[in-house]
């Protein structure tokens, strides 16, 4: 069964897929390259990924012409930044981690502008404030008996007494 892109799963399923898809991009490396990764992260592969999934390489398409999931492809350039990358391409791609990260700094920064957060809370503060003052303002209605019920309610409660 390939990839159907309108499946929707769930995260771990889509990862498990992701494994299954990373274990045989794994196994087109060439075998030098297959003994740079150590055997637990090729074993907790196995172990982790979706066995009711198959995606299998065309072998007529380039491989970065293949229909990877976009979590396969994250997975496999930290499999390569770790474990395949030279050493001087290491240092480029914790430089490229740097810079992905502080570009999403940089959008939540955007997107939730921590001082216009606190702005909005004082405004909000304010504007409650404003509220509470105008209740104390307004004028409590006092009602008065007229003066023959409270005599009426006098005599009654006279009479009850006794």
Known sequence: ??????????????????????????????????KKIPKTVIENLREDMNTNYVFNIKEDEDITQQNFMTETKALFVELYEKYLAKDNEKEIWKEYDRFCFNLMENEKKE?????????????QNEKTKIIDDNKSNLPVEVKKEKILIRFIKMIKAFFSKR
């Open 1 to 34: 069964m390939e990839r159907d892109e309108t499946m929707i799963y769930s995260e771990s399923d889509t990862y498990r897929n992701a494994y299954v898809e990373l274990y045989e991009l794994i196994k087109w490396l060439p075998d030098n390259e297959q």
């Open 111 to 123: 997107k939730y502008n921590y001082n216009d957060m606190f702005k909005n809370k004082q405004e």
